[in-house]
């Protein structure tokens, strides 16, 4: 029997029919699993660049680090350490499991043209993708690091004063016994003995190690140009200034000359040899009168004597004598300089007997200054601006001269019988008054060789002498200017941008000043060209003169480090250099000054990654 459906029963299956609201959650239900693909997707994609990026971050900073501890040798392989630090790097900066990452790693080389380069790789498991039977997704970083040594120009300003002879751990105030040596020209020149392990034999090494790393690091088409000024109280440059830099007319001296003379004691009467009752009285002819003075009778102290009034007397010949003293003008003596320029012979006009001054050696006096305890660095004094042409005596630098230069213990003028002493001498000379050591180096391409034998010991670099900071800084600024009159050895090469321009300023003391060193600015006690009036101010204002030419030397684009060896800086030193941590060096011993020029040699080459 069939069931018929009635009109009553068939009503609720049409409502059923009409009624929509469950298919907004089918239609739900049935789209989940194209978005849930969508979202998963980008999820995952996300995880992976992240990943990716942290990837090839750490992969930079492992051949950074490689690259900046890499030993320079000719063997293919990276060495031990480099490799080391290269993998300590990218751990550090990769963690492991990080983002849920497995089989994470890194293979730092070394390239041919002695670089670092590395690959990284690292597996990314996928997260919501594994729904969809996505497999997990390998990535893969290279990156390289280089030394990249742009043209760069580097003037070394060394500290070579009698305490670089001694060893690091000596105290300050040491010195090495005083010796000497013929020079290339045959002159005699002075220095104090290096100790075995000296400074300056650290410094020599630490030099060269400079000029290694910066070899190693160069590409074919970088010019790299050095030059050298080695300072104490003067600087030897009078022979490499520029044509019309160096004055050759007269100039003046803190001298002396023979002012007249005075008796010395009463006249005796004393017999004379070789003489007969004939000819007795031709001894006036033979010994002149007071009118003339008895030249042959001069010693070296200045004394000397006539005779008068020969007669035959008691069988013999008999004569007055009276001695006589040279009486000395101490003071400011003008000399004629072109021959002693031009190093042809010359007489020295301070003594009797007729000797031959020393040839001139090289160093210079200072041009003109202003005595001052402070300076505007851009108006700043003859002797301090770097770019001031030398076109008049105030202007160009003059010949040292320790032969004609006589201590007078003050400012004022005046006669004595009694010599003062000769700056000259061999004494004076031999204590560190006057050094003149080893002449200062234009900027030049220079060989490995080339700066080995400059620094050589058997040559004139060698210490000796008072520490005059501002000396070396002064020429260091001006033969390194981009505009002075050492232009020309500095400007960019052909084609090429403007160099790069770094002072690497070492020194082993503070400034130590003598009032009677005769050095760039003349003898300051008498001279005062620094101090003035009050000769108090002699440290201060060297110390003032200093951090103005520093100053002068970074206003002109010029990058300063300095490196103070085995004494602790201060803040002269401190403000000198290019004005952050990263450009100043305390150096306790040879490791740590060797490690110092390394170091600087790595950001003068500017370390980067090039891929």
């Not at 929509?20 to 969508?38: E, F």
């Not at 320079?72 to 550090?92: R, V, Y």
Request: net charge neutral.
């Amino acid at each position: 029997m069939r069931t018929r459906l009635t009109t009553t029963n068939r009503r609720p299956l049409r409502r059923l029919a009409r009624d929509t609201a469950g298919n907004t959650l089918a239609m739900m239900a049935a789209a989940m699993i194209p978005v849930t693909a969508l979202a998963g997707s980008a999820v995952d994609t996300a995880r992976l660049y992240v990943v990716k990026v942290r990837l090839q971050q750490a992969c930079d900073a492992g051949v950074l680090a490689g690259r900046k501890f890499m030993e320079s040798n000719n063997q293919p392989a990276l060495d031990d350490k480099a490799k080391t630090q290269a993998n300590a790097f990218f751990n550090n900066n990769f963690r492991s499991n990080w983002m849920q990452t497995k089989a994470v790693a890194f293979n730092p080389t070394k390239t041919a043209d002695q670089q670092v380069a590395g690959t990284a790789t690292a597996t990314v498991a996928m997260t919501v993708m594994k729904m969809f039977a996505a497999p997990d997704v390998k990535l893969n970083v290279v990156c390289e690091a280089r030394f990249d040594v742009a043209d760069a120009d580097i003037m070394f300003v060394l500290d070579t004063t009698g305490s670089m002879s001694c060893t690091a751990s000596d105290p300050l105030n040491c010195s090495g016994a005083a010796a000497s040596y013929t020079r290339a020209a045959g002159s005699t020149g002075y220095y104090a003995t290096e100790k075995s392990g000296s400074k300056i034999a650290a410094v020599r090494q630490a030099v060269l190690d400079f000029y290694d790393t910066m070899a190693d690091n160069a590409d074919p088409s970088t010019h790299l140009r050095y030059g050298f000024v080695p300072y104490s109280s003067n600087v030897n440059v009078g022979r490499i200034i520029p044509a019309g830099g160096l004055w050759n007319g007269n100039y003046t001296y803190s001298s002396r000359r023979i002012w007249g003379e005075q008796n010395n004691g009463n006249a005796a009467t004393v017999t004379l040899s070789g003489y007969t009752n004939t000819n007795c009285g031709t001894a006036n002819g033979r010994y002149p009168g007071p009118d003339k003075m008895v030249r042959q009778g001069w010693t070296t102290s200045g004394t000397a004597y006539y005779l008068t009034a020969a007669a035959w007397s008691n069988n013999a010949c008999t004569a007055t004598r009276q001695n006589v003293r040279i009486v000395w003008f101490y003071g400011n003596i003008t000399y004629p300089m072109a021959d002693f320029v031009a190093g042809r012979d010359v007489v020295d006009p301070t003594l009797l007997t007729g000797a031959l001054s020393d040839k001139w050696r090289g160093c210079i006096e200072e041009r003109s200054t202003t005595a001052s305890g402070s300076f505007d660095i851009d108006n700043l004094p003859p002797d301090l601006d770097p770019d001031l042409p030398a076109t008049s005596l105030a202007t160009m630098w003059r010949p040292s001269w320790p032969d004609a230069i006589w201590r007078r213990y003050g400012p004022g003028e005046g006669t004595s019988t009694s010599a003062t002493d000769n700056i000259g001498d061999s004494t004076s000379l031999a204590s560190g008054f006057a050094p003149c050591g080893q002449q200062a180096r234009r900027l030049g391409m220079m060989s490995r060789s080339d700066v080995q034998n400059y620094l050589s010991a058997s040559g004139d670099f060698r210490p000796h002498g008072g520490t005059y900071h501002d000396v070396g800084m002064i020429w260091g600024t001006r033969m390194l200017s981009p505009k002075g009159v050492f232009a020309d050895d500095t400007k960019a090469w052909p084609g090429r941008n403007e160099p790069n321009r770094h002072i690497i300023f070492m020194t082993d003391g503070a400034m130590s000043t003598n009032l009677q060193s005769y050095g760039l600015y003349g003898i300051e006690e008498s001279d005062r060209r620094v101090t003035g009036t009050d000769t108090s101010t002699q440290l201060d204002r060297h110390n003032a003169r200093f951090v103005a030419e520093c100053q002068a030397a970074r206003a002109r684009n010029i990058t300063v480090w300095v490196i103070a060896f085995s004494q602790q800086l201060n803040d002269q030193l401190r403000d000198c250099a290019t004005q952050d941590n990263n450009h100043v060096f305390f150096a306790s011993d040879d490791v740590t000054l060797k490690a110092a020029f390394t170091t600087i040699a790595k950001q003068v080459a500017l370390l980067r990654v090039s891929k």
